[in-house]
Every structure is written in structure tokens, then in C-alpha cells.
């Protein structure tokens, strides 16, 4: 890293002159001058205290003056471009280790090492966590904040290594302030308050989530389990708050129906997976009956995706018969009509089958979900029907939903065939389906 | 980092042929072969049970394995050099920021990835604090492991910022297992057992000390206080385990007397400094009695630079009677004989004071102890005659000791003085002995 | 205790007939023939494995075999009349130690012993607590069950001694199976739902409770209190779940204004007074700039107490023209009438400073409220006019409230001269207040 | 209770005048007073606050002062003679429910009321327990404190009830205060420093203490164990610091070899039992391998009572022989002599079996140890020859040990047969021994 002349260059020629203008502007530029303090001689013995000074100045920036400091971060706390230009060149001249050393500290941008000395002060994590989360929020309109965006993702994959981070259960022993931020972020089925939330942690369930030791109060994702006699096949049963509590010892299946990431600012740092499978292992420990985990997920592209098949199902032979079929689906409440549903069963299961199974020109299904689990190595298993109800789960998925299968023995190979051959693990049945699709009548490829 | 082509420069042409050969070298080739595999693909769906395989079979390495391992480490998981240089012809040819991101990309060690994985297994950090420590103590005759070491230092510095550690208090209520570390560790005042450890940690002392929330019973540095009227002159008494518990509500002083770091593997990633002002907070908070915060500490290197300083002195008008007082040291017990000490204080002591205040040509004074202090802010207070009349004080400094006092609002004050100017703070009393040193009699710089 | 004979005794004549018979009948007896055999020899060496099948057994009772069960344990288990006899006779005779120690022996109960023994198995604790729950449930229709009463309080008035209980901090951090205790016991200002819980337990609240080490999800008795600027005067700012959080540390006054006991099977083992004293140490401890600690506080019997009064008053030379005014009290929404309240503001006032402050028969005033914190050495304070405009409020008490004050110093000497000679501590406005009661006009007392 | 009137007979007439003159009668006296004032109106008003200050009295009373305190105590918190009187003549001439009760209140002595009011102050509860200690160590020359120690015992024992202890393993992880005093109360086979005891906590040892929620830092009883393969037969493997660790996987029997009160002031209140059979348990869920549970006991009046039965074995046919074989214990070191002991082993062998199965008048064995296991329903497993041939060992039992087992399916029916019949559980083995015993010729009863 080299701090020694990014000073002259805080002021960089891009910063939008409209921001850097009037208070919001001035108090950016409070903030940053702090923030050099912070990285030069005196941040170094200062111990924490310029710390607290920096985070407590920044945490009092009003909304408007985010924009103009992240300006300032991203030009100004980067690498010196003569000092990049002299590492590479030497090392282009003669590939020596102590040439790429320096090459490697020319390259490091400033501003690590001043996010680094943030995250001493008490509340720098969280501090940092937050910032992210706004460069986030705004970096489609401000290209410019890549680096910003680069830097703090850099370190805070490095601090929120899995080593860092313990496995810990939810239950009704938990404190307040953490379960109220189970209500909070549950994205894939809302919890709606705290009856809800205590049936979900009822005897027959299990919730895990992974804290970091300075984060005690945030979980930073969290997973949902019922323990099941086979495999669920549709959500109700599991969210329905009066649901009678089963004995948990007499389970055999963990059905995994709700993955929930709760911090905004760690986007794209992953534990899912990770999560995923120590549950699996944990509950495999505690509960030696439970053989098999299960998904139970939403298939949130199916529509979009059937919408964007139509010209496809159009050329097929019965191509107008099917579209007929299918133009059902437009009329409120068919699933309730059950002439209409069985109708439609056979055609939108196996052209799901398809939209899940066949891979695009990245190697991948379209389904954002199904990339998730294939990637883990999981295996589709089983299509559901009606399994979602609700307005959302018509709307998306006509209702479907579908049970990917952790196999820990074959998580490892399935993922290495997905990846380096884009094979996608399907059960018998689905393989089946997918062969049944009218799509598939040509070629088809699983 | 680009994982895709290091596969082919695992056997790089400068490992030593003779260490890859035979059975360490076999067992340090698969152990990298395992490594590989760890930051392929593989890699990163196995969850944690691939990074636990890895550092099992590390941790089974006989110690001969360990050098090739390292030379596997050092040529194999370093930065592809093709893409380096693309990246950095990029730059050169435009320097955008999507260019210099691809080249932060490309130099940053494949090697950093392992590592990071390797701390995803149960007990990774630990094993990477002791690989590093291997790595140190081998590196003076293996200068090509400087970049492993970079790597190393690079992460752990990263993962143990200040804002990760909590402070905790030690005391008689402190897990057997974490007090016999400060038993092994105590390097400035040996501890002789658990019952001179228990005196040291009675309600008139204090000890406390740095923790990583993933090291629970390893201390990573601790410091050792003794509450005090005044600043205490001597060592002996904070040393005797069967001195008299004084009320802590009484003391005004707080004397540190020892700070020892317990991970060599942690080497240069400093805390000292942290720990001490912190701690000087803490104890300001509970006992607020308390009104200053002093060490009393070695000085190392003062014998040694008074041999070095012979011709110097000689060279004075009168060298010879300076030299020939000086001579008494070499008379065993000496310090003993009251009459030869009383001639030899006045001397001694401005000779001290002047090899702890003379900066020398990096700036800096030549004892390593004062270094440290004075770049952390403090003063040098007081010389304490006959302070330390063990062996090793009569050897290494005959017997005199030093008070460096920690005025929290001076220190940064100090610390810029310091590292800017070269200006050494000290205390009235001390620049007196400074200017009646006989070396001083030319030119004075206080 | 002599456990020898009391077999022959189970079966006591006054068992009522009906209840021994039937299946609850069976039960009842069932489990009383286990409950001998733990206090026989068996019981002494098994452990504590008797114990659990013993309170297993219990837990299974159907609710009929409740009634016999206690029945049984009246009569059974109860001292045995020979040997009571013998001793009794004998410390008469001569009234040495010895014959004391075998009289104290001779009467107390194997019941004693019996729950001693129950209490050893894991959640016997809990189990005897639920027991006396509903020993003291049947207790009026079945007045022989008294023994049994007795037996229980006493020994749960021993365990549950104040050294061993732990005083806690309720706030947002406590674990929600603790939260929801408070939402559903709160007796006096009802908890609606978690939001209204979070408001109570924000940063200008404090909230404790008393816990048995045994029992951690159990709060045995909580109490509110709101941080404020002078003593809070109406109940309805405090129970805003939307009122602005204040500073804690600008607060000047400590509102306790709610206490509530949560284990029915404690009744009468008294902690409230504790617990009011050591929170109010505690909160002069974290916030010294809390001078005061005064509750607000119910005054439950004040309108029968008016009604109950009316020949008195009538009786007055004024009496038709009071009653008349007090009539108004009787239309419903009379205190929303800015007019008739404040006619009846001042004779309200002075008629209940009269029902808090005189004494009756038994040296107490009648209300309960005020007779346990005038037992506890408060002061009475001050009265809030319409300040508990609650249904409730405006029904059990026109509306007042009422203040009492504790004040640490005051409170033994408070104590003594009521417990004592029946003084009643009252502020001077409560004394003036007295003064001007219409029914005080004839002969004044405080 | 009945606390009227015991102010008045505070100054008995036994009080010996010697000790309540001068100083530390005074003294006496004057905690004695506080002590009234305890259990008056005032202590029941006063919150901890008074509790605190009589605690603080008592704990500085000069060492002189606690023979007249226990004087006034046994003599003033008596029950009062005519409120005794009255109840027992009410409930001899009607033996109701309420004059039982009467008869109960009025026996109680007033001095359990005062303990437990002292015990609401911190530290209440291990005053009380060095109260009890003093009590204890002064009984035998102080008759009449009987009442005092039998008070405190009534309470102790209730408080501490198995159902408020919890069972804690410790080892290295355990504070070194707890472990302190692990070192200070081993009494079986004394631990020699910080290396024996942490020896002694390796993964092939297990120590497990009970321990009451008031004294977190006393172990009441703790119980060491060796995980072995087989019953261990001598005890100085199990004592060697030096030894090797075993895998704890491989084990199939957990010995028990030391057991150990820690607590002077709980005498008689007994864990022993509870904690062998719940360390058993405990055990058998963590290494389900381990399949007995056995003891390595010392056997500490053998030596004593092979000197008492020298009479019965001389007059046996052969008794001069056997005697002369005797004689051989006497001299010094005849253990390591290979001819003798062997000479001697098959004798001893068989008189100890009778010594240790041998019922006396009382329907017990003589030894202490013995009738502590086989009242817990232990059996008498094996003899080992030279088990013990410290010093001590050899001096108490010719060097015999003992293995108790525990098999937790028997012990409810051994204690019974051995309580009630007299029959004691030993193997065949020891059968056979007895039988072969000189002394057995006569008559057998096993």
C-alpha cells in the first residue's frame, strides 16, 4: 500500500461538481479528510480513538452527502497511478518475487487499509457492513463506485470467512432482538409476527442460522427446517401457525423450506451453501432417523420463462392445442377449478421439468434457484403440484414447486459434472417429465 | 486470482532437488497435491470437509516435509506470470479502472485463496498462526519463502485487526488452560509456577489480555500491571510472591511492568500498542484513583552500545578516568559494593539517558524497547538505579531500569513528533542527565 | 420425622368416599403408593430415579384425581399421633433439649420429607410450585388440604430464600420464552403484544425480575419502571407503545409502575418488597442522576369504599349537597365533562387522601395497595387526578392514582411506625388533603 | 416460630459467665444483639440491608468470640418454654389439625428464621456453611450447641438438596480457583501441584463436582475417575503424573478412585451417593463402551482389626502358625520381599474378605468405607494384593485394596437386602476368600 501522495489527488477531476457543491458536499469532504487522518502517521498510534471519531463522522453524514463521499472515496483513496506504472514496469522488465511484491503493494488501493482501521473502532464491522449496502444500493447509477464496491468486498469476504463464523440454532430461547430480525428479512415465505414465528420453532422444526462473533445480535442468514414424515410436497402444512406440533424423533426427512440472507451489505458473499450443509450434518447427528434433506422450493422464472416459450410451443404440431391448454392458466382462480387443473397437470409439469433441466448457452438452467442448488451439488427431485397456492406462487410458478435432494455422498460429484460438463442431476422422475415434454420431442439432453 | 494455470508451475525449477526427493518429499507433494484440489473447483462446493482433509494431512507432515512444502508453496501458488504481464501491459496502455482491477486480480496469490479456504476447517486459524511460525523460523536461510510468509502475514494481519479481538481481564477465575500460557509465555519476568503466577494476579495487580473469539483459550498478548503509590523504582518487589496484597482503592500508579506476545506465528502483526492504552482506559474507568499510567521496563541494549561507546569516551579529556570508573563493571558484584556503585551512578546514569535519547541515523534510539514506546507516544521518565539487580539486568544493562509513562493526552502529540522529527519526548529529570553526560558536552539534541 | 407407621394411616377415615372411588380414585392412589415408596428405604438409595417415575406419575394425574390425590397426602403422610403423643409428654415431663429435639422431631411431617425428596428429580421444583398452584385452587372447599399448604410454603419459602435468588435485567436481549412470561402475567397494565412489550422495554424503561437458578425461564415476580422528569402523574404516556424514547440520562425520578407476581404456587412468599428496594440501588448505581423512586400506583378499592361511605357523609350537615355531586359520578363519561370533573375534583381528592390514610380496626387503612407499600415503609405521596382514564380506572377509582414514595433512607423508620403504632407516612399535601375531608371535619388522625 | 418473647431469655442461665466476660463476650454479645434485631419487625423491613450488616459482625469476630456466641445462640433462640407448653397440652387434649399446626409453629426454633435471614445476604449461604464448620469443630466439649448444629443441618440440608446442585465436569478449561481447591481437599490420594492435577484431567481421567448456583467457585463433593480397560488393581499407575494418556474410546470400565467432600460445614449431608450413581449415567451417555463402573478403594481399618482378632486366630487349631505368619507384617519393607508376601498374600486375602463381609452387631461391616458403598447398593467385587504400597497403605490395610462395583440395575435391590437384612452383595470371588478364612471354619454367613 502506498499512502504517501494519494493527498494530492483527493480531489480528483470526475467528482461530480454538482455534489462536491453546498452542506451535503462540505460534510463528504469533513468526513474524508477525517478518514486521511485516519490512514496516515496519526491513525497509526492514535489506538482506536480516530476510529470512533472517523465512524461516528460518518454515521452522521445526512442521506445526500453518501453520494459525494463515496465520489471522494473512489477517486481518492486509490492506488498512485506512478507507483503502479514504476511496479509494473519493473516487473515487466525482470519477473522477480521482490519485483511482484512490489508490483502487489503498488496495486493495493489505500482505501483497504483505511476500511481496516475503521473496523477498529467498536461498530466499525457493522459500519462497514452498512456503507456497503449503500454503494450497493446506488452503484447502477455511479459506475465509478466499482472500486469502492471491489475494495469492501474484498475484505469483508475475508472476515466473514467461514472459520469466523459459528453455527448457532434459533429457538424460542433466543433473544427478542434476534428473532425480531427473523420477521424482518424472511423473503421466501413472510412471518407474519410472533406467533408465527413460534410455531416455526416448534419442537418439530429446526432454524439455524451463522452469526460472527462481533455481530452477536445479526444473524447474517438463516435457515428454515421441518422435520417431516417423507418429503413435504406443498408449503400450507409448514406455515400454518395452528399446525399440530409431531414428535420430532419419529421424522425422517429434513425438509429445508426457506434459505433467508439478512444482510443487504454482504451481498455476494456466500454461506448458503455452507449453511446448507452443516445443517444437514447437525440435525444427521442429533437425529439419527432423519435420512434424507429435502428442499421444498419456489420455481420463481417458470411463467416468465412459459410466456417467453410460446413462440417455441407454437411450432410444435399440436402447437395451437397446447397454447389453448395453457391460455387457462390466464383465467383467475383455474386452480381452483378442478376440471381445469387436471388439465393442465401433465403439460405444466413436464414443460417445468424442461425449464428446469435445460441449460442455456452459460451451461445453466434459466431458474435462479435451481442454479443455487445445482452449483451446491444438490439433485432435482421431485415436481409438486399445487404445492404454492398463494397469489405469488400462481403468479410465478402456476403453483409448482419442486424438492431439490442434498445427497451428501453426491453433492461433490454432481457439482463437479454441473460445472465443468453442465450436467444437471435429475431424478428418474423428472428425467421422465422431461422427456414427456412436447418441447423435448426432438432433442432431448439430460 | 486467477486459479486456472498454477497447476502447471507447481513444479517450479528452483525447488532443491534433494528436498522434493525421498519421503518428505512425498509427503509434502501430496499435501500440496490436496492443497490443489482445495482451491479447484472441488473446493468450493466440499463445504468445510475438504479443508479439513488438508489440514489433517498437514498437520501429519513430518517436520523434514515441512521444507519442501514450503518450496512447493512458495513457487506453486504464486500469480500466473502471463497474466500479469497482459494485465500490466493493459495498465500501461490505459490506465481505467476496469484495468487496474484486472490487474489487482491478477497479481493477488492463488496462494491467499488457499489460506482462506484452509481457515474454513475446524481449528484452520490455529494451523495457519503455526505454519507461519515454521515459515519464520526458516526463513533467513530460504529467502524464497518470503512470499508464503507475505501471504500469511497479509491475511492474519487482516483477520486479527483490533476490532476482532475482545480485552479480557485475567484473573484467579481464568481457565487453568489459558493461565499456563502466560506461565510458558512471561518473557520479560519469568514466571516460576502457580503460585508466583497467583501473586501476580491478586487484587493489587491486574493482567489482561487480547483474544480472538476462534482462539478462546489462547492468549494472544498479554500485559501485566501493578497498582502502586508512585511510579515503582524497583522490580523486585512486584516480583516477590509473597509480598503484601496492598488495597487497590489506594494506588495512584499504574505500573506495567511486563507485556509479553504470546504467537510467534503473529510476529509483526502488532497489538502492544493497542493493548496498552486500553488498558490504561480500563483500569482509568474502574479505579479512577488512578492518575498515571508508567511502565517499568528492561533496557535491553545498554551494556552492549557502552562497550561500542569505549572509543567515543576515550576520546574525551578525561576518557581514561571515565574508562577506568567504568572498568569497575567487569568486577563481579560489583553493584553489591556499595562504594563502587555510589561512583558509578552519576555516570551511568547519563550515559543511559543518553544512549535512550540519541537518535541515530534512521531517527530513531538504538534501544529496541524505547523504540517501541516512543513510537507509541510515551516519555521516558525516570532512570531507576540498581532497578533490576538480577544477572540478566547486571549483564544487559547494570541494573538500571526505565519509566516510560503513558499521558494519553500527549501520546499523539508525541508519536508525530517523533516519527516526523525525530523528537524523543522525555522528562525534564532525564534531559538533565542527558545534558551532564560527558559524551554530551559537544552538541546536545533533546 | 418418623416415616415407620404412617403406612397403616393412608387410608384415613375422613377420605371423602366418593372421591377415593373410580378411576381418578385409582390414579390418586397409584401415585400416592409411589410416593411412600420414596420415602421409605427404596427412595434413600435410588437416586434420583424414583423421584422422576414418581413425578412423571404425578404430571399424568387427570385432573378428577387431583381432589383424592391431596386427600390422601392430607391424611397420609402427616405426623404420626402416637409418637407426637410420646413426646409431647416427655418435653412436659422435662423440658430438656433432648426432648425438645424429639418433640420437633415427632411433628413434623413425612409430607416434609416427601417433597424434599420429589424436588430431587429434574423439574421438581416446577412440579411442586404447579402443585401448590392447585392445593391452593381447593383450597376454601377443602379446608383439611391446609396441612398440605402449609408443608409446601414452607419449604418453597425456604428455597426460595432472596440469597438465592438472581436479580435480572429484562430487556430486548432476553430470551423470548422469558418475554412472553411477562406479556400473559401482567396483571396490572396489560402487555398487548410484542410491540407494546418493546416500548416497556426500551432505553428510557427498565425492567427487572427476580430468578431461582432452577427455574431460568421463569421470572418469579417483574416490575416496570419508567425513567422520567418528575413523577409521572397519568399511566397513559407510559403505556404509549408510540411515545418518543427520552434520554435515560437526563431522567430525574424512577416511576415504578408495575410490579407482578408470576407463580401463583409462590403466593405469599413476599419478594415484592425486595425486589422494589434492590432495583431502586441498582438504578441509583447505573444513573445518579435519579434522585427519587416513587411508584404509580392503582388505588383499586376507592369507589366501594365510597359507597360503603355514603351514611357517613350523608350524615354531614352538607351531606345532600356532597352526595348530589357525587352522584354525577354515576353518568358514564363524566370525567370527559371538563365541567362536572372539575366540580368534583377537590371532594374526590379529599375523600380518597381520607381511604388511603385512615386506619381501621386492624391499625391499617383498607385499601391493599396501600398497606403493601406502607408496609414496606413508602410514603404516601401525592394523587393524579384522572390519571387511569381506563374503563377500569374511572370504575375501581374515579380516575386516581396515587404516588408513593420510597425513599432508602426513610424506609425502616416508615416501617416501624406503622407496623408498630399504625402511623401512616404521608406527604404534607396528602396531609392537607386529609385535613379538608369532609368526614375528617370531626376528628382528625394522622 | 414464635419470636415474642425470646429477648427475654437471651442471657440464660447456663451461659458459662467465664465466657461472656470481657472482650470477646462483648463482642458476642454485641453480634448477638444485631442478631435480634434480625429477626424483629426491622429485619423484616429492611430489604438484605440489616442481613448484610450482621454478616459483617459475625465474620470479624474475634476467634475467641464464637464459643459465647454459640452459647447465646443454643441458649436464646430457643422456642419459647410456655408458648411449647401451651401447644402441647392443647393438642394432647385435642389432637386437630390446627393444634398439630400450633404444635409445629411453636416448636421451631426462632434461631432457623434468623439463618435465614442472614442467607438473604451475599455470601449469606457459605457464612452459614463456616458457622456449621465452627459449630462442628466444637461440639464435642460444647453438648448443648447440639441445637445450633442441628438448626443448621435442618436448613443446609434442605438447601442443599440435590435438586439445586448441578453436576459439572471440570478440567483444564475450569477456573483455577475451582482447581485450587481440588488440590487443597483431595483427602483419598493427595495431589501433588498443578502437573499431578492436570494429569489427573487428562481425556482418560474424568472429575466431575457438584456444585451449588450460590457458591460458584466451591466444589461441594468431587468424584475422580479412570477410563481403563479392565478394573484397575493397583492405584500408582493411576496416580503417576508421568503416565501415558489413553485413548478414553478404548475403555470399557471407569474406575473410581478418589471421592471427595469439600465442604467441613455440609457434614452429614450427603452427595456421595448421588453423585457415584449420576457420574455412572453421565459417563455411560458420553462413552457408551464403558460397561462397569467399579471402584479402587482403600480399606483403612483392616490392620486395626487384624490386631483386634488376634485372640479369635490364636484360638484356632492352627493359630500359633498363622499368628507367627502375622508377625511377619511387622517388620519393615516385607512387602518387597517376594518370599514373604507370598507367604503371606493367600492369609491376608481371606482375612480381609471376613473383615469387609463380616456383619457386626449392628448389622454392618466394621469398615467405614465398605459400609458406605454397600449401603449404596454397591457389591464387593475383588481383592488386590499390593495395591497400595505407599506408606500408608501399607500401615492401614497391608497394602489391600478393594473394588466396589456399581451395577446400576442392582444397587436398589442390594441396598434393600443389605438395609434390612443384613445381607451384603460381594462376588463369588470374595465368597470363596471367605470361606477359605481360618476364621470362617466355624461358621459361615455370606
Redesign the interface.
Known sequence: MATGSFFKRIIGDFVRPSRAAGRPGRKAREAMALCESLIS??G?????SLAREVLSECQQLPDAAWAPFFDLLATGF??A?EE??GA??A??GA?T?EN??R??EA???PRQELF?RL????G??AALIAMRQRVLAGIRTNA?W??VD?DLAH?LG??F????LTLQRID??????V??KLIAHEAVHQIR??DDL?RRLESDRRCFAFFH??LP?EPLIFIEVALTKGMSATVRPLLDPAAQVDDPGRADTATFYSITNCQEGLRGISFG??LI??VAEEIGRQLPRVQRYATLSPIPGFRAWLAEARPRIERLPDGAALLALLGRLDASGWHRDAKDSDALRSLLLSLCSRYLVETGSDGEPADAVARFHL???ARIERLNWLADDSDQGIQRSAGLMVNYVYDLEQ??KN??AY??DGQVAASHELRALYRACPLSRSAAKV
Chains 1, 2, 3, 4 share one sequence.
Open positions: 502517521e496519526r497509526e498510534v492514535s489506538g482506536t486509490s492506488p497511478p503502479v506504472r509494473a514496469e516487473w515487466l519477473a518475487a511482484l511484491a508490483l502487489q496495486v493495493e488501493s481496516r473496523n477498529m473502532a467498536p466499525g464491522t465509478h466499482k472500486s471491489a475484505l475475508s472476515w470467512n467461514r472459520g469466523f424460542w430461547r433466543t433473544p427478542a432482538i428473532l425480531e409476527g410472533w413460534r462473533p462481533v445480535d451453501n455452507l450443509k452443516q452449483r451446491n451439488g453433492v461433490e457439482h463437479e460445472v465443468k
